[in-house]
């Protein structure tokens, strides 16, 4: 039994490890485009042709259920796809509604109107095309009211980080938090908008500094996984444990195995 993990590179993989840790039980096949990574700097129509070709590939090795472990795929790509590409016995479900829940305190299914939540003042650090697209703030508007969004374009921390170089991605961190702070001088919280920032988070929560609520989606994302799998265990799906890439396997197992500290073993999908 299988789940699919999708991600235009490794930035997925702090979601992998995550739903790993939750669900010991359950196998997934991940795939990282790493051949057309990153995705924050496309087109949204670009984004969603090589979006659905990825999920297909999860779907033909045996994945009824598909996570877009990645935020620039679920702002650009996701809604779309499930309106009109979606097969109806398979589901393919995004990253930010574990993270809009959080923040909001409600459940997804409660459609009651929009009301006023603790938090005012958000920060959000994400992909250009990410930020372009809205999909935070117009998911966020429809269940809270008097949220200020102030959103950053984190240009170069995805390409710093799948080459290994974190000392440039530390340094850009501070260079678009203070960018973020000449707009919002004192944002209550911070959403890593990115599966990949999480690499990066305390470098974000230091440039933020101690008072600001950092919130990462790899943890959300797993214990939301877990109750969707209880209510729908007929999408586990078939197949077997899998790392799939479509750049060159050599190196993106390498920067895997960086990343996680211990190793991985990607193939060609």
Known sequence: MAVGIFDSGLGGLTVLQAVQE??????????????HAPYGVRT???IYDLT???????????????????????AAALRRMQENWVPPNK???????????????????????????????????????TVASRAFQRELAFRAIG????????????????????ILAEA?????????????????????GCTHYPLMQDAFQKALGEGVAVYSQ???VAESLADYLERHPDKLGTGDAAFLTTGDPARVSSRATQFLRRSIQFTAA
């Open 22 to 35: 939750r669900l010991p039980e359950v196998e997934f096949i991940y795939l990282a485009d790493s051949a």
């Open 44 to 46: 949204a129509d670009n």
């Open 52 to 74: 659905t070709k990825a999920v297909q590939r999860l779907f033909d090795a045996g994945c009824d259920l598909v996570i877009l472990a990645c935020n620039t795929a679920s």
């Open 91 to 129: 589901r393919v479900l995004g990253v930010f509604v574990p993270l809009i829940e959080a923040l909001t305190e409600r459940q997804w299914g409660d459609n009651s109107p929009p009301r006023e939540v603790a938090v005012k003042h958000v920060a959000l650090f994400a992909t250009p095309a």
């Open 147 to 166: 949220v200020d969004v102030e959103a950053q374009a984190c240009g170069g921390v995805v390409d710093a980080i799948e080459d290994g170089d974190f």
């Open 172 to 192: 850009l961190v501070q260079s678009h938090v203070d960018a973020l702070k000449r707009k919002m001088p004192d944002p209550e919280a911070a959403i890593l």
């Open 218 to 220: 790899a943890n959300l």
